[in-house]
Structure formats: structure tokens, C-alpha cells
């Protein structure tokens, strides 16, 4: 089970992020300050660490480098502009998010960075009902097994299309960018360029085609897809 350090000083914002997360799977531990964050971090080893910037004692800002050596940091912050940005991923942040976000979204950026920094890829927990199994609509998806059915019928993908779809049946009616696909599906920095994910969601079509499903799969365009 992942283990991630929450450092956020707002006491309402640092509970609601962790009932989050541990409805997901994740275990958390929860500082609220930065001295208090760094004294944890010593204490104990984490998988990810949620940094909030603006903190009593010492800074998000000054913690950065620090964390980033060993594991994957995602700032938060109410600093929106470009320049704050780039100082705190220049200092080795691995993500940054603005403040208000979205909790769907920060779940998804955190399985992007424990994929990419730590080759980890997050299942949810066991559950009676859940049995580890994904549905939506005809299909279902088994993490356990790596299979795809359609109808019960089985659908052959390849390592990354399965886990694009994961991402996707995880999420539905959720928009993903190209980046962020790509990241969890590969756990490598995304290249802008690259064609890669355009060819990957246009096999999966053609392989729903027979089932008439593959119109599930929508693109939205200039930013990405989406199941409808």
C-alpha cells in the first residue's frame, strides 16, 4: 500500500485530502507544518509526498530539494503564475497543482508520478464486492489477470493499452490529456510530439469495433479522451 506524507498547514484541506487518498488504497500520515513535515520525513520512509508551499515554520519552498532526492513531490500551491511554477519545478518538484483542484485529479497525478519515479503500478485495494475488477457498461477490466472482456468475450491488448484503459475505466466521464496517459502508461516523461497515444487509442478501437463499443472511447479535441 502506498504511503504518502500530507504537508499542508489548512487542517480542513489536509483531512479531506486524506480521507480521500485512503478511500483509494493509499496510507497517510499528516503534517501541518514544515517543520513537522521534515521531521517525519526522517523519521519514516514515503512513496509520495503532497507539499503545500506556503507553510509555518519552513517553507514548502525550502523543502523541496530536500524530499525530491528520494521520492516524488507535488507542490500545492494558490501561486498560479508561470513564475512560481517554474522556480519550485526547477528546485525538483515532480508535479504542481493550483489550488482550488480537484480531488479526481489529484488521485490521477499521483498515480502518475509513483508510476513513473518508482515503476509502481496502483491497484485499489481487495474488497468483498470489488473484488479488484473493474466494470463499465459491457466491459470489464482485471487488473489480476491483465485481461479485457467485452460481453464476457475477451479482448486482446497489449501491456500499455491495458493499462490506458485502466486509466480510463478508473475514471469515467473524467478527461485525460495526452500527458497524462501517457505518463501512467508508460511512467516516462511525454514528449509532446510523440503520435504515440493517438496510435495506441486507435488500435483499442479497432479492436472494440466488433463489439460496437469502441465509440465509448471519445475524443476531446486539443486536449484528450475520455469514455462517454
Not at 491497484?123 to 468483498?128: A, E, H, L, R, V
Not at 466491459?139 to 489480476?144: A, G, R, V
Request: net charge negative; hydrophobic share 40%.
Amino acid at each position: 500500500m502506498p504511503k504518502i506524507l500530507i504537508i499542508e498547514d489548512d487542517a480542513d484541506n489536509n483531512q479531506m485530502i486524506r480521507e480521500y487518498l485512503e478511500k483509494h488504497g493509499y496510507l497517510c500520515t499528516q503534517a501541518y507544518s514544515g517543520s513537522e513535515g521534515k521531521l517525519l520525513f526522517s523519521m519514516e520512509s514515503y512513496d509520495l509526498i503532497l507539499l503545500d508551499l506556503i507553510l509555518p515554520g519552513i517553507t514548502g519552498e525550502e523543502l523541496v530539494s530536500l524530499f525530491s532526492e528520494k521520492v516524488p513531490v507535488i507542490a500545492l500551491s494558490a501561486k498560479s503564475k508561470l513564475d512560481n511554477k517554474v522556480e519550485v519545478l526547477s528546485a525538483g518538484a515532480d508535479d504542481y497543482i493550483c489550488k482550488p483542484f480537484d480531488l479526481p485529479e489529484l488521485l490521477v497525478r499521483i498515480q502518475v508520478q509513483l508510476h513513473r519515479r518508482n515503476k509502481i503500478t496502483f491497484y485499489p485495494p481487495f474488497s468483498d464486492n470489488m473484488q479488484n475488477i473493474y466494470s463499465y457498461r459491457t466491459w470489464t477490466l482485471n487488473p489480476n489477470t491483465q485481461e479485457m472482456t467485452v460481453n464476457g468475450e475477451q479482448i486482446e491488448l497489449t501491456r500499455h493499452e491495458f493499462l490506458i484503459m485502466e486509466l480510463l475505466i478508473q475514471n469515467p466521464k473524467r478527461v485525460f490529456t495526452k500527458q497524462m496517459i501517457y505518463e501512467y502508461a508508460w511512467g516516462e516523461e511525454y514528449l509532446a510530439e510523440d503520435k504515440t497515444i493517438n496510435v495506441h487509442i486507435s488500435n483499442i478501437r479497432s479492436k472494440l469495433k466488433k463489439s460496437k463499443t469502441d465509440t465509448y472511447i471519445q475524443t476531446v479535441w486539443g486536449i484528450g479522451f475520455k469514455l462517454l
